[in-house]
């Protein structure tokens, strides 16, 4: 853990807070690594609750007034920008849970303000925080350029347990963990195009198939909405990187509820010019990771296929302790500040490439670009 943090705001107490950030934190405080810990959320019944729980102050004024060096926004994906901006205004860097932004421009007025104001803004998404995912990403880089990328995330049960993530929608709970991964297992980093996207697995009506893991530790009374659909399917055509080269194809497919699901499961197939690569996993918190099949991760070239990882990691503790590790790392280090701004930009590329695809949820085709 980085030491010599004097003041952190985590901004949001909901499901995610208390069952990673605040503990992870609190752990921090007690190594002596973490000066104070503050806690804020709009209900001050769940703020109180937190603070109790992780021996935490509550903070009930704005969060410009908390004095935080580092901010962590854990609230509804919505009210991430305005969030990030308050805080790097505050001179505070920043942690914030995926996804970063809601739209482009949101995501490039992020990436301006953190230039401009020379201080740090880390995304947290997750996933890419797996060991599986670096393996992958360096087998990848061995196959040549990437001309197809196909992810799909199939829960048999697993609605977010709170509204602001039922009303995000699926494409940017899951999809947003799915998008990151794909453009940083391809390299990827500016993406321009045109997307494609449809609704699938209506949600039965008044009924919201709420994962048991979230339930468990879910403050009471967090959610009410049932959502319209529990899947989405989208592609994208990504322009070519030279003139000669052909277009890309990203495939993106998320199901909260998928209809005869019989595990939750993660399927990620990369076509590259020498072959391929390939992941089969659970993410998340879901307890069919104890039941993921193996091989985990393998390759295929000239026909001949290579096991990568054999089994995955069964505790999701270890990938979240890794991110907040090298988030924290990347944001009071001068050595890592670069990898920060790396982050942040992969966050902005996967930001353009989702809010085209949730528009064209609508029924048109939509064009996209990296704004950063």
Known sequence: MTAGIGRVLVVGAGWIARRVHLPYLARMRASGALGELLVADRDPAHA????????????TGPLEEAGASIVLVATPPGSHPALVLRALKADAQVLVEKPLALTTGEAAAIWRAS??????????????????????????????????????WMRRTGVPVTDGGRAAGVLWDLGSHLADLALHLADWHTVTGTATALHQHPAPHGRATIAAWQAVTAPAGTASAVPQWNGVSATAALAPSSPTDPIRQLHLEASWAAPRAARDSVRIDVEAEKGSAHWRTVLGWSPDRAVAPAPAAWTVRDGRRQVLVDAQPRDAHNEYTAQLDAALAALTTPACRAEAAGHLRAACASTALLHAMDTALSGTAQPFTTAV
């Open 48 to 59: 109180q609750a937190a603070a109790r729980e992780f021996d935490a102050r509550v903070h």
């Open 115 to 152: 230039v401009e104001s020379g201080l740090g803004v880390y995304p947290l998404y997750t996933s890419r925080h797996r060991p599986e995912a670096a393996v992958l990403r360096d087998a990848v880089a061995e196959l040549g350029d990437v001309r197809q990328v196909r992810a799909v």
